[in-house]
């Protein structure tokens, strides 16, 4: 079965950094392109950034795009963003997620806030 | 302003049935798949539908999905009030080579 448990949210100052980090298990993570998708309170869902299975290939939305880096660590199956010169409008729920073929649960997330 | 196009909201009464529509374009609905995701108050998103019209494990025959060209629409019958829910259309973009998500619609159960 598959666990996708995120960490490393909190409440940061804008023009601060966070690391996310998603553990995952219960699948062969190597073999699978990762993303990220956030929430703002109480708005939709939003796809943040994607990386292909070996690492090498990255995509990010617009919005993003300059301040934020996802990787990730096949060795150990965690999938990473990180997050620099954040904004007020960051402020979310974000969730790692498998590709659609896994028809994989989604973790719970992590909260990001982003307030002076 | 989300890339693809779902109502607000849609309601109806228990048993009737009730339909989402989800507009996309030819990057993204008209030339790749479509899910759609539950989300309950509180919770995570859930996948419900995957493929168009594929549904997962723990989805009853009530909901069903349909697509033609860049749209596609999400159908549930003899709806329940633990239907009530936000629903979420998604689809591969190929411009963005990442995930589009729809802007969500809230189904009330009067």
């Known amino acids: 079965e598959v666990h996708l448990v995120e960490s490393g949210g909190g409440l940061i100052h804008p023009g601060g950094s966070l690391r996310l980090s998603c553990e995952t298990s219960g699948f062969t993570f190597r073999s699978y392109w990762m993303h990220w998708v956030r929430q703002a309170p109480g708005k939709g869902l939003e796809w943040v950034s994607r990386i292909d299975n070996d690492g090498r290939g990255t995509r990010y939305a617009d919005f993003v795009r300059g301040r934020f880096t996802i990787s990730r660590d096949n060795d150990n199956n965690r999938l990473y963003l990180q997050m620099n010169n954040l904004r007020v409008d960051d402020t979310a729920v974000y969730y790692c997620?498998?590709?659609?073929?896994?028809?994989?649960?989604w973790g719970q997330g992590t909260l990001v806030t982003v307030a002076s | 302003q989300s890339v693809m196009t779902q109502p607000p909201s849609v309601s109806g009464t228990p048993g009737q049935r009730v339909v989402i529509s989800c507009s996309g374009s030819?990057?993204?609905?008209?030339?790749?798949?479509v899910n759609w995701y539950q989300q309950l108050p509180g919770r995570a998103p859930k996948l419900l539908m995957y493929s168009d019209h594929e549904r997962t494990s723990w989805v009853p025959d009530r909901f069903s999905g349909s697509k033609s060209g860049t749209s596609a629409s999400l159908a549930i019958s003899g709806l329940q009030s633990e239907d009530e829910a936000d629903y979420y259309c998604?689809?591969?973009?190929?411009?963005?080579?990442?995930?589009?998500f729809g802007g969500g619609t809230k189904v009330a159960v009067l």
């Open positions: 998604a689809s591969w973009d190929d411009s963005l080579s990442g995930w589009v």
């Open positions: 997620a498998t590709p659609i073929v896994l028809q994989a649960p």
């Open positions: 030819s990057s993204n609905i008209g030339g790749n798949t």
